[in-house]
């Protein structure tokens, strides 16, 4: 049977795991569930103050919307980039933290990769659904009707960080270095990618540069980045293209890493 065939054969121990995934994300914590929305609030905080209040980054007003707030832009960019960052991190180790289960016992283990990144899924709805009905409530921002389009890029996103997870998760098995190059490497990305700063600002010092200006916008994470500002803080739909974009990087990464992980997968336990 497939590895695909498995995923959905084995759909109940799936939904275990994953279950098993959120009770333990925070457990034994005092605030709990909590942390999911205090966390990305405080990051907003400290960016706010640095970018928009010390360096003056503004992105200014939404286009058709006219909201401007750098707090809301902020948010709308750095929400799903933590649910990315986060629930691939979680994913790389979820192979290795469970290594005894992998040496004794046979089911698919993408099971594990996936379930950590339904895991974050659930948690991005969370902190997505708190945001929209806050930019309702605080600014009069109507996104309820951009909410299905918020849903498929969600979805789009998660097979990207699937993809991710697997090749990642696999490569940790033989490379244990790979969670501390990860944790460099998306360092650099995140600068990398404008959430904290208006994409504008790279484009003014790369004037004349227009073909590295096209390959710095359409990057994975920019796109993504770019789609959900355009839904939730513009109010308006994203370019076909973008779309185009993000499919063909979701679908990229999610065969790739599953290519990867199921050339490797028949010598982890021996690994672990």
Avoid at 129 to 134: E, F, G, I, K
Avoid at 201 to 212: D, K, N, P, R, W
């Amino acid at each position: 049977m497939s590895s695909a065939g498995a995923l959905v054969a084995r759909r109940e121990l799936l939904w275990n795991l994953t279950l098993r995934e959120l009770r333990g994300r925070y457990k034994r914590s005092l605030l709990g569930w909590g942390w999911s929305l205090l966390n990305p609030i405080a990051f907003m905080l400290i960016y706010t103050f640095a970018f928009s209040i010390i360096l003056d980054a503004s992105p200014g007003k939404g286009d058709p919307s006219g909201l401007d707030s750098y707090a809301f832009w902020l948010l709308c960019g750095l929400v799903p980039w933590t649910f990315f960052n986060v629930s691939v991190s979680t994913a790389m180790t979820s192979i290795v933290s469970n290594a005894s289960l992998v040496g004794k016992v046979w089911f698919p283990r993408e099971h594990l990769v996936v379930s950590t990144i339904l895991a974050g899924l659930f948690t991005l709805g969370v902190e997505l659904t708190v945001l929209s009905a806050a930019l309702i409530v605080v600014e009069g921002n109507m996104v309820l009707p951009w909410l299905p389009l918020v849903v498929l890029t969600s979805g789009l996103l998660a097979m990207f960080g699937t993809g991710f997870g697997l090749a990642l998760a696999a490569a940790n098995v033989f490379f244990r270095d790979m969670t501390y190059l990860w944790s460099i490497a998306v360092q650099a990305w995140f600068f990398s990618t404008p959430i904290v700063y208006p994409p504008r600002l790279v484009e003014e010092q790369l004037a004349g540069h227009s073909t590295i200006v096209r390959i710095y916008n359409d990057l994975p994470m920019a796109v993504v980045v770019r789609v959900f500002r355009n839904l939730m803080y513009d109010l308006r739909m994203p370019r076909l293209i973008d779309y185009g974009l993000l499919t063909a990087y979701s679908v990229i990464a999610l065969l790739a890493g599953w290519w990867l992980f199921d050339r490797l997968e028949g010598r982890f336990a021996e690994e672990l």
